[in-house]
């Protein structure tokens, strides 16, 4: 089955330690997502992938970073950098980077702070 | 105003019955919208598109009203399994333009 594919599904991230959240699709889609979701607010993005090896900054783009070194995969760094990391994170992805919303989301990852 | 509201309920309803809520924007250029459902602790889940003709499928009918900008989602014969909380998305321009209401959560009882 296609889909997209996000671990873990439970994170812990201990105080200045980064911590790697991996998303992977078999869909052969052109762009993908992250996005950041926190109890009772929509989603923000952070990060957003039109094509391999190319990457934008989203509207919470502070203590995050992401690479694109293969069409499949664009997995997000959560940095010591960003001081309140707690959230559901999710991953999407669209077959064109139109404008139009991503069609596929993973399951999420939930990272917490120990 | 933010660019995409919505009333977060719950809003609560007895099975069959039926059950709408708005969402609004704030961006006048915007053509099209989608609505998402997100069951809770879940990623959210494209439902439907609305365009200015409306839409409709099955028990879903999704409306557009570009004179007072805001769009709706109307559940007919609510089900139990429909309880979930439903977002509506501002599709407008680069994906960085991409904004999700906060969702309007909605509780289906016996």
């Known amino acids: 089955d296609g889909g997209i594919t996000q671990s873990p599904k439970y994170l812990f991230r201990k105080e200045g330690q980064n911590v790697t959240l991996s998303c992977e699709q078999n869909l052969n889609h052109d762009a993908m997502y992250w996005y950041r979701q926190d109890p009772g607010q929509g989603l923000r993005l952070i990060y957003y992938s039109q094509i391999v090896n190319d990457f934008q900054k989203g509207d919470i783009a502070e203590g995050y970073s992401v690479s694109r070194e293969k069409k499949e995969s664009f997995p997000l760094t959560v940095t010591s950098a960003q001081k309140n990391p707690t959230a559901f994170y999710l991953c999407?992805?669209?077959?064109?980077?139109?404008?139009?919303?991503?069609?596929?989301f993973g399951d999420g990852t939930r990272l917490s702070i120990l | 105003r933010k660019e995409v509201e919505q009333d977060p309920g719950p809003f609560n309803v007895p099975e069959g019955a039926t059950v709408a809520f708005n969402c609004t924007y704030s961006?006048?250029?915007?053509?099209?919208f989608f609505w998402y459902r997100q069951d809770c602790r879940k990623e959210p889940k494209l439902l439907m598109s609305v365009y200015s003709s409306g839409n409709e499928d099955g028990r879903f009918t999704a409306q557009l009203n570009r004179a007072s900008q805001y769009i709706s989602l109307l559940i007919r014969d609510s089900k139990l399994s429909d309880s979930a909380t439903y977002l509506c998305?501002?599709?407008?321009?680069?994906?960085?333009?991409?904004?999700f209401g906060t969702g309007t959560r909605l509780q289906v009882t016996l």
């Open positions: 961006n006048s250029a915007s053509q099209s």
């Open positions: 999407a992805s669209s077959m064109t980077p139109d404008p139009t919303p991503p069609q596929h």
């Open positions: 998305v501002d599709p407008t321009g680069t994906a960085s333009k991409l904004t």
